[in-house]
């Protein structure tokens, strides 16, 4: 089964490529996507990312709370999202 983790206080200057090579090493990703502003095309500094169900302990233990380019990332399982 797949899970989907919320990524927050992603430092700006960070692609997709990068979120996703640095949560690679510590299990598969199977997506990953930074949250932009539709009018400047920004980043909003958070994400999320898809991985698999038996990789999810492993993956918050050994990134919550560790600095990218500076940023404490803030990482966790994704809320669902509501209906409208």
Not at 4 to 12: A, E, K, S
Not at 16 to 22: H, I, M, Q, R, T
Not at 29 to 46: H, M, N, Q
């Amino acid at each position: 089964m797949v899970k989907t983790l919320y990524v927050g206080n992603i430092p700006w200057s960070t692609t997709e490529s990068d979120l996703e090579k640095f949560f690679a090493r510590h299990g598969e990703v199977l997506d990953c996507r930074i949250i932009t502003e539709k009018a400047t095309g920004r980043s909003r500094g958070y994400g999320f990312i898809e991985v698999n169900d038996e990789d999810v302990e492993q993956i918050l233990e050994k990134t919550n709370g560790v600095e990218l380019d500076g940023r404490k990332l803030v990482v966790n399982e994704a809320k669902p999202r509501e209906q409208q």
